[in-house]
């Protein structure tokens, strides 16, 4: 039998309900594998004893002949997610200490399957960043190197970097990640593992530290299609705590998969053709082109003519979101205070924020008070949800001609830490073919297709129609069975 | 249009002043607007809030219906435009009552649009004048917390139970021309929203308050640079801040000065508003959509369903108590100016009509004066209100009916009410115990007027000689005799007999 932590989220549910290996005996590797990789600093904490309690009702479950559909799985929880009674900071300094007294709902209803958490995964602060360098708690390493003998370590990609990094690692075998322009698909490209993010509102956002309220969405991460399926049906469904969730009947996912593409049109969308792309980008796009066709679908080119305005629609939007979104750290009712001698409320505010608040997050809400500022609120603000709309026309408009966008995941490799972090543009350019099916909502996966000449994951992107989370599943499924892609990073943490 | 007669006299000439207030209404609610928290009014501090008031990380609001139900209902008794489509903003401020570090409240798409009342200068009087002030708009929004400065030397604590209840926004036009207007205009807006039940109207508990804009100019110029003083919560406060800050405005312009844009507080222990501060550091709110929530969308049924539950209001009261029950249109404005008066009036009527087998046409005249003279004026001298009175309304229609049917006169039945009013009693309970019954017994009454005429033989003498006005003295002597029950048309009947 392989080593339990290189198993997935369906085998291992499956071989602890066939009694191969009881649930405790898969925390206890997990938490032996967690506790091993310090050095990629995926935790912010670490939670060994919930995973053994988990595993062990898990056990009692089974015996019991009463085990839920993910029982005996253990799991990682993205820092952005509150979990009742331990710390939940968002890789803030400023929630540094914050011990919520209730659970996200997404978090919740993985716990009610049966679930057992590892611990909770380190993140670009407030989910802000693609490198996984704005974490108050440091970075995370990325668990691949470069085949050029060179040791430089890498960005696991973020926001969710620790998720992604873990799940590479297999110190996890699947975990949580949330998505608001790219944040679970960018970091899935570059550590080779699949990320789904879902139709918005398919998961609640009750408890999940808010970041952009539009666009934040919770979404499965793991090494396999069929985990992320398995996954996102404990995750989804409607919550009246949260507004803007979806009132629809979460589908058996995981039953549903097939790679059988017959029938289906994949559109080629020619505006992602972006100059400066990676020749080894674009070959592995036309090799997935070729692997959907082989799959039993048909390739049709399509325009989305408004992509060029996503991203700098993007960089209005949810910075402006955040700045009222962050607004509620103030050092007053929790969190970090810092209270200088003799300050007043005003002097308490901007001494908490200043201390409480990384670079990134600091620029954005910045950014994002200006654009909401008297004078020029219409000339960016507005300006932005109308090109929004746009977008949303683009998609709706291909949807026409195809059932399916095939895209690159992201516009590079794995970069090395550091090596973007003085040039903030250059950094937001990461999200460039994530953001657009984040403004309209759409469901989309990251899946693994293959190595650069590094040696480093690059990913494939599939977008579906709302609500189409099993059409982007099969169809990252008919990718994943032609790629074959088995790689995974050398051990040397 | 009516023109206002009120005039600040100043220097070079005489000012009017213009006024518009901004009305914050709490929603009658049990649940805050975006919480489960309880509303409830005079908790202990911090004890009705919610982790979404509080504004703990992850949370998120949730719309409760009933509070946009009401705001409809509102907006459809000031006869306003309800917009089918509307939308929350978020307006972005720092303050430590203010959790989530804006609040939730509706700037680009409010709920209600443009809309009007009529107002009476004085309610009371209904051939007064009356005049329409225009509403502009009605948004729903959040309320804040409460700083308290008074429990520790150098913090100030915040209770947050007021944090996320609903508020309407009612903003008014500039209509209004003086305090007395801005008064009626209250006074009038309170008692629709009492009759519709969307806000209690209670102001001294924070209820009701009003953002005073005041301005003045030279009759018939453009309108002057206007000042807002906020939060003022009592009408006669309402009032003051317009006579105060008019007079500081004309004041000022007639020194050379001339008035800053800029909001002000007012004072009641000084009777006076002072700068709290001006446009150039007012704050940018910075609203945008809060993308926490749905566009708010009424279905036509949804705004039919509202209507339909809207009571009879306050004029249409007033008007069908004229022109149905043929009350006078003093006692019909009287009686309907608070929604509780009429209701009270209305069981005392029903009960009435029930209880003397009559329309209720018929028994209104009586039962409106009984309840504007002898129960408000019992009210009034006891101080207080309809709603603490002794005498139910069921009593009251018992009295009236033991009027109608000859049981009491009209001084017993004086005497009746006040024992009443002292012990809560009912009447046919004070009458049997208290022998206060009117008498229509021919015998008795034939038997004292016999001994009262043999008594007084020199009078029957000159009374029979053409000395009428003695009439009188017989049915006193009469009256005292039977202490005060005898029926009076029988002692007068069998006067007149014995008197041939």
């Known amino acids: 039998m392989a080593d339990i932590i290189d198993l997935g989220v369906a085998e291992i549910r499956d071989g602890f309900r066939g009694g191969q290996f009881s649930a405790r005996e898969v925390a206890d590797a997990f938490n032996d594998a967690v506790a091993g990789a310090e050095a990629l600093n995926c935790f912010i904490v670490t939670t060994p004893e919930k995973a053994i309690k988990a595993a062990e009702e898990a056990d009692r479950a089974l015996a019991a002949g009463d085990v839920a559909a993910l ?4 799991l990682g929880i993205k820092d952005l997610f509150c979990t009742k009674g331990v710390q939940s900071t968002a890789a803030s300094h400023i929630l540094e200490g914050f011990v919520p007294p209730y659970e996200s709902t997404v978090s919740g209803k993985l716990l009610a399957a049966g ?8 993140m670009d602060q407030f989910a802000m960043g693609s490198s996984n360098e704005t974490s108050y708690f440091g970075n995370v390493i990325s668990p691949w190197k470069r085949n050029d003998g060179g040791n430089a370590p890498l960005s696991p990609g973020g926001s969710s970097g620790g998720t992604s990094a873990a799940i590479a690692a297999h110190i996890v075998p699947a975990a949580t990640g949330t998505d608001t322009g790219g944040s679970i698909r960018q970091p899935a490209a570059f550590t080779g593992i699949v990320g789904v993010k879902p139709t918005y509102g398919r998961c609640s956002r009750f408890g999940i530290v808010a970041f952009a309220s539009s666009l934040d969405q919770a979404g499965p991460m793991a090494r396999s299609v069929k985990d992320c399926a398995i996954l996102l049906e404990a995750m989804a469904g409607y919550d009246l705590h949260d507004a803007t969730s979806l009132d629809e009947p979460v589908p058996n996912w995981e039953a549903g998969l097939s790679s059988d593409l017959k029938g289906k049109k994949i559109g080629i969308p020619k505006e992602y053709r972006v100059d400066d792309m990676p020749e080894e980008i674009d070959a592995l796009w036309k090799q997935g082109e070729e692997w959907l066709r082989d799959a039993g679908a048909e390739i049709v080119e399509v325009s989305l003519p408004h992509t060029k305005y996503a991203l700098p629609a993007y960089y209005i939007i949810a910075p402006a979101e955040a700045s009222a979104n962050l607004a509620r750290y103030d050092g007053v009712r929790y969190g970090q205070r810092e209270l200088p001698e003799g300050a007043n409320l005003q002097e308490m505010y901007a001494a908490t924020r200043a201390a409480g608040f990384g670079d990134e997050v600091k620029r954005r809400i910045m950014i994002g008070t200006y654009v909401l500022s008297a004078g020029f609120y219409d000339a960016y603000y507005t300006q932005a949800a109308k090109v929004r709309t746009l977008i949303v026309r683009d998609f709706d408009a291909a949807w026409e001609s195809c059932d399916y966008l095939l895209t690159p995941t992201a516009p590079s490799a794995a970069f090395g830490l550091g090596d973007l972090s003085d040039d903030p543009i250059a950094m937001y350019l990461n999200d460039v073919f994530t953001v657009p099916s984040s403004l309209a ?39 994943e069975e032609r790629a074959g892609f088995t790689h995974r990073a050398e051990k040397w943490w | 249009m009516v023109v206002s007669e009120y005039r600040i006299q100043g220097a070079t000439g005489d000012w009017e002043v213009v006024i518009g207030l901004e009305v914050h209404a709490q929603i009658t609610s049990n649940a805050k607007l975006f919480s489960g928290a309880s509303t409830e009014f005079g908790a202990e501090p911090n004890c009705n809030v919610s982790l979404v008031d509080a504004a703990m990380p992850g949370m998120l609001p949730v719309m409760n219906g009933e509070c946009i139900r009401q705001a409809v209902r509102t907006g459809l008794a000031l006869n306003a435009q309800i917009n089918r489509w509307s939308r929350f903003d978020r307006k972005n401020y720092f303050y430590a009552d203010l959790p989530q570090g804006y609040q939730i409240s509706q700037l680009f798409h409010p709920i209600v649009g443009e809309g009007e009342i009529e107002v009476s200068l004085d309610e009371k009087d209904p051939e007064g004048t009356v005049k329409k002030i225009g509403i502009e708009r009605i948004h729903v929004e959040q309320d804040a917390g409460k700083l ?46 009492r009759y519709v039940g969307s806000c209690d109207g209670n102001m001294e508990q924070g209820s009701m308050r009003a953002d005073v804009n005041v301005s003045v100019r030279k009759p018939g110029d453009e309108f002057g640079i206007r000042t807002e003083t906020k939060n003022v919560n009592s009408i006669r406060f309402i009032q003051q801040v317009v006579e105060t800050e008019a007079r500081r405005q004309v004041d000022l312009i007639e020194d050379g000065g001339t008035v800053v844009q800029e909001t002000r507080l007012f004072d009641p222990d000084r009777g006076e508003t002072r700068s709290m501060r001006s446009k150039e550091d007012a704050h940018d709110y910075r609203y945008f959509p809060d993308p926490d929530l749905l566009p708010i969308e009424l279905s036509e049924e949804f705004v039919a369903d509202a209507r339909a539950s809207l009571p009879e209001l306050p004029d249409d009261k007033r008007h069908r108590y004229e022109n149905e029950l043929g009350l006078s249109a003093y006692n ?11 209701r009270w009036f209305e069981a005392l009527l029903a009960e009435s009509a029930k209880k003397q087998d009559k329309p209720e046409s018929d028994v209104a005249k009586a039962a409106s004066n009984w309840l504007i003279s002898d129960l408000f004026g019992g009210l009034n001298k006891a101080g207080v209100t309809l709603e603490e009175s002794p005498i139910s309304a069921a009593q009251g229609a018992e009295l009236l009916a033991l009027v109608a049917d000859g049981t009491l006169s009209g001084p017993l039945a004086k005497q009746v009410f006040e024992i009443m009013f002292e012990t809560g009693d009912d009447p046919e309970k004070i009458v049997e115990e208290k022998g206060l019954k009117q008498t229509s017994d021919t015998g008795a009454i034939e038997a004292a007027i016999a001994e009262i005429l043999e008594n007084n033989a020199d009078k029957v003498e000159e009374y029979k000689g053409g000395k009428d006005k003695l009439f009188g003295f017989f049915i006193g002597q009469t009256m005292k005799a039977m202490q005060g029950k005898a029926n009076p048309a029988v002692v007068n009947q069998i006067l007149k ?4």
């Open chain 2, 497 to 500: 007999d014995k008197l041939g």
């Open chain 2, 332 to 342: 019909a404005a009287v009686l309907t100016a608070e929604a509780e008066t009429a």
């Open chain 2, 148 to 193: 308290m400065h008074d429990q520790h030397p150098t913090m100030s604590y915040v209770d947050l139970n007021r944090s996320g209840v609903a508020l309407m926004e009612i903003v008014s036009r500039p209509d209004m021309r003086s305090p007395a207007e801005a008064g009626a205009y209250v006074r009038k807006l309170r008692s629709i929203l």
């Open chain 1, 71 to 74: 029982s005996g799985v253990p």
């Open chain 1, 115 to 122: 679930a057992g958490m590892l611990g909770k995964l380190n």
């Open chain 1, 441 to 479: 909502g759409l469901p989309a996966i990251a899946v693994p297709g293959g190595l650069n000449g590094q040696g480093l994951p690059l990913g494939l992107q599939v977008i579906g129609k709302a609500l189409d989370e099993q059409g982007v599943m099969n169809a990252g499924l008919a990718l």
